[in-house]
């Protein structure tokens, strides 16, 4: 397989273009969710609509997976030197954050739907919890973008192993 190599990025550009890659990637993974949580609704009509746990789960659950593969694809084209290394990275903070990012939308519904009670008529009122989702994987990524960058900077590559003096 044929390695790319880029043009290593200042930690500031590496963040922006992890933030730019995450949301992207957010977006597009809870759009796969909702298409995912439609279909299966669809395909279980005979049950009370909205009331379909499991459905909820499965779209949880291809968010959350889709969400640091999506952000490799992105990162991959914005040419950010190691997208898999950066992908594979924000996995773990992706999932930190979604746990306390969404146990944290009680808050900022009452917040948002206190401050702009006509904003709830005219959406959804998952909106909050849509835009937790999304800044949940758009931070995870734009950390490991960093984080990665950072190491780079260093000097210090993934796979090579630390130099010994004699």
């Known amino acids: 397989m044929n390695r790319t190599s880029f043009a290593p990025v200042s930690p500031l550009r590496a963040l922006l273009l992890g933030l730019a890659a995450g949301t992207g990637a957010g977006l597009i993974a809870l759009a796969l969710g909702r298409l995912t949580l439609t279909l299966v609704v669809e395909l279980t009509s005979d049950e009370v609509v909205g009331a379909n746990i499991g459905a909820g789960l499965i779209a949880m659950a291809v968010t959350l997976a889709a969400g640091p593969l999506l952000a490799w694809f992105l990162l991959r084209l914005v040419r950010l030197p190691m997208p898999l290394e950066t992908a594979l990275l924000s ?9 306390l990012l969404l146990s944290a939308g009680p808050a900022v519904e009452g917040l948002l739907w206190d401050h702009a009670p006509g904003v709830a008529e005219a959406t959804s009122p998952a909106v909050p919890w849509y835009a937790l989702d999304i800044a949940g994987i758009a931070l995870a990524v734009a950390l490991s973008a960093l984080l990665v960058a950072l190491w780079r900077r260093r000097g210090a590559s993934p796979g090579a192993s630390t130099p010994t003096t004699p």
Do not use: N
């Not at 996995?91 to 746990?99: D, E, G, I, K, S």
């Open 91 to 99: 996995v773990p903070f992706h999932l930190a954050f979604a746990v």
